[in-house]
């Protein structure tokens, strides 16, 4: 967010194809506004009269994404076929197998990874419980929080996993649609606070979740995982089931009466959404394909939303027409018609989202070739309430709510900091002992941080001392450039993983640590880690982004901000991690040398691409 509004990244993409070259920093050979390979919301998206995909064809075949994944959870294979795995996905769960394990001539070592559903990141005390058990007993003995504020299970056995999402569902969670091509896990701010605007942040979060659930689908899921028990069914409150009923109105209806805002193919590709309050950037609001910001007068009633459209981080390599972009300013709702629009919107990349090429279905490119006028247009069809003017906004923060905070009069919360947001042995069993014993919520932040909150001041100074025993001694001070790391699982387990990022970020940002001191640097930046160019860990938009792109190979991304606002460019496309030291010290001592004035993502920028290039092959002299 930037002074006026959180358009210091997003003014260069507005309106025109070209503004990717200078936002992304990589040339784009999209396809021009002329339509070509867009789809309908037809029983399989085709694209007049073309033949639609198999993935298309096999959504609009499947029964509202029953089979054949029904069919086979029952057989004694360890794994699924290709066609049950993608029905799988919308179910919350992705196929792996343990790389480490492979042999050659020998079996997979399948698993499941298994991904939560929980709206701003809120795990309640039974939950939690819950899953922590079920990781011991039947996953890996690991749960990890993701940069979408769920938690993640892996390891988990295909004859295991009706029971695993089974009693995830009895212990009132849910893993529908959190993965799949249909609305994911809504972001917004983790922090408990029942001051400003944060209930109704939390509040909209949860009602655009309950909104975009899917109807005939979420039957599908608990037929499978609770034999169809229908008391676990979704139930909006009565505002967002009003407007859910409209879904079956008008331009915003899919012609599916079953799935009337999703209709039997679903969306093109996977869809976000965050919501976060004003100045308030914890949840990487431009990354999102839609990112609300809700104005609250001073007693904390909603008064409406800025709109942000077309963020996304996904690209890949050696795909120029692929690309991370920030989201376009769209303006300013009026709150009682903000989830009319975010239907809405959902409804137009439905019908205009490319069915045809995968890696161009995303709604940011739809936005690029197109331009924000076709879509302002565009969306008349589907929202006939007035879109004014951005409201001014502070300037965003980073927020990450690490340490101990007043949460309500009486009440506290305390930030644990997980580097990689992984949780295993004695610090996942004291994590247990706490909750259980103190029945405390547990909230998960989009930087991969845990926070327990509900408690009581009485309780605090125990609570102190068992952190201190389990190894948080002082959760609000780590590391500096621990503190807002993050990277994606990759290896062994990711299937799309060329290389590492989870298993050796600690280790990385040791050695940039020790270069730093060895300079004299005492400020941080912040940095950011992915096994492959498909931008989980959102590397985009750091300061230094650290891309797969071979065996102990990374893309070298620079010269995004602090507080998430502005696209990283790259420099380097591959840089063996080998020579990270080698690489970046003349570039960190021409920074170190301008007097710490600015923060290394603004150096850069403002030293311009051909200097720093300069700088980066400096050590190859």
Not at 58 to 80: I, Q, T, V, W, Y
Not at 419 to 446: F, S
Not at 530 to 546: D, F, K, Q, S, V
Request: hydrophobic share 40%; with cysteine.
């Amino acid at each position: 967010m930037a002074e006026a509004s959180m358009t210091e990244a997003s003014m260069a993409a507005a309106g025109a194809p070209d503004a990717a070259i200078a936002v992304n920093g990589m040339p784009s050979t999209t396809a021009a506004s002329s339509g070509k390979g867009y789809g309908g919301s037809g029983a399989a998206g085709a694209v007049g009269g073309a033949t639609p995909s198999k993935l298309e064809q096999l959504k609009a075949d499947s029964g509202h994404l029953l089979e054949p994944l029904l069919g086979e959870l029952a057989n004694e294979r360890p794994n699924f076929s290709e066609n049950a795995v993608q029905i799988l996905k919308f179910h919350g769960s992705y196929q792996q197998d343990d790389r480490d394990n492979r042999q050659k001539g020998q079996e997979k070592d399948w698993q499941m990874m298994l991904r939560l559903r929980s709206p701003g990141g809120c795990i309640p005390a039974q939950l939690y419980l819950a899953i922590d058990e079920l990781a011991d007993r039947l996953g890996n003995g690991t749960l990890r929080a993701t940069t979408r504020q769920a938690f993640q299970m892996h390891g988990v056995r295909k004859e295991n996993l009706k029971e695993v999402i089974g009693t995830i569902v009895r212990h009132l969670g849910s893993t529908l649609a959190a993965c799949g091509d249909i609305n994911r896990n809504v972001m917004a701010p983790a922090a408990p606070y029942v001051k400003g605007g944060y209930p109704a942040a939390r509040a909209l979060a949860e009602s655009v979740a309950d909104l975009l659930s899917p109807k005939a689908a979420e039957g599908s899921y608990l037929d499978i995982w609770v034999d169809g028990d229908l008391s676990y069914r979704i139930k909006p409150k009565a505002q967002v089931a009003a407007v859910k009923a409209r879904q079956s109105e008008g331009p915003v209806f899919s012609g599916d009466g079953a799935e009337p805002l999703y209709g039997s193919t679903y969306l093109p590709r996977k869809f976000k959404v965050a919501v976060t309050v004003p100045g308030d950037n914890s949840v990487d609001l431009l990354t999102q394909d839609i990112g609300l910001v809700l104005f609250s007068d001073p007693s904390g009633r909603p008064q409406g939303c800025n709109v942000y459209v077309g963020g996304g981080m996904g690209r890949t390599h050696n795909k120029e027409e692929t690309f991370a972009r920030t989201a376009d300013p769209l303006g300013y709702v009026a709150y009682g018609q903000v989830l009319d629009l975010v239907q809405a919107i959902v409804a137009l990349q439905r019908d205009h989202g490319d069915r045809q090429q995968r890696r161009h279905a995303r709604m940011k490119y739809l936005i690029h070739d197109r331009g924000i006028a076709w879509f302002e247009q565009e969306l008349k069809r589907y929202f006939q309430h007035p879109i004014k003017s951005l409201r001014k906004e502070p300037k965003a923060q980073l927020n990450d709510y690490l340490g101990w905070h007043r949460q309500a009069p009486g009440k506290w919360f305390v930030g644990i900091p997980l580097l990689c947001g992984r949780l295993a042995g004695p610090t996942k069993a004291g994590l247990r002992r706490l909750v259980d014993t103190y029945k405390l919520e547990v909230r998960i932040t989009p930087n991969q941080d845990l926070l327990l909150c509900n408690i009581g001041t009485g309780q605090r100074t125990t609570l102190v001392n068992a952190l201190a025993a389990i190894g948080f001694e002082a959760p609000e001070a780590p590391p500096l450039l621990a503190r807002h790391a993050i990277a994606c699982p990759a290896l062994p387990l990711c299937g799309l993983a060329v290389t590492e990022a989870e298993r050796i970020l600690p280790e990385v940002l040791d050695r940039l640590d020790g270069l730093l001191r060895r300079i004299g640097i005492e400020k941080s930046l912040l940095v950011r880690m992915t096994g492959c160019p498909n931008g989980c860990a959102r590397p985009y938009m750091a300061e230094l982004g650290l891309v797969g792109s071979g065996s102990d190979q990374y893309q070298l991304w620079l010269g995004g901000t602090p507080n998430l606002t502005r696209l990283a460019e790259p420099y380097l496309e591959r840089m063996p991690l080998a020579a990270l030291e080698s690489t970046l010290e003349p570039l960190l001592r021409a920074w170190h040398s301008d007097g710490g004035r600015r923060s290394f993502g603004d150096f850069v920028v403002n030293s311009g691409r051909d200097v720093v290039s300069t700088w980066l092959t400096a050590a190859e002299a």
